[in-house]
């Protein structure tokens, strides 16, 4: 259908209709090549953080295929521990309170 020309013998709806037909035929064939990179590229996103993490995925190779329903859980023994919060936010944190200790609180409605 891509390669299909307008038959000069049809009429104008005819080679119309053929063309809106390519027309949309290339825009769905682009949208699937789009769906298929998007689920390749999060699938590597996914067995890089994996491998990051130390966890292997047994996957089949199938670039249609969305991400796993359910990851293989991390071996809590094989996990460095990390801070609850990262160093920025902590340190953010450490200033609020400090400054909130060092106010005094407002004095209220004397009855």
């Known amino acids: 259908m891509l390669k299909a020309m307008p038959c ?35 699938q590597r996103r996914h067995d890089e953080r994996a491998t990051r993490r130390g966890v292997t995925t047994s996957r ?30 902590a340190a953010a944190l450490a200033r609020a309170k400090a400054k909130a200790a060092a106010t005094p609180p407002p004095a209220g409605p004397e009855s």
């Open 8 to 42: 000069p013998a049809c009429s104008v709806e005819c080679q119309v209709a053929l063309v809106q037909a390519r027309v949309e035929r290339k825009h769905a064939l682009a949208a699937r090549e789009r769906y298929r990179a998007r689920n390749a590229r999060l």
């Open 60 to 89: 089949p190779e199938d670039p249609t295929a969305g991400p796993p329903t359910n990851p293989p859980a991390p071996d809590p023994t094989n996990r460095t521990p990390r801070p609850a919060l990262p160093a920025a936010v």
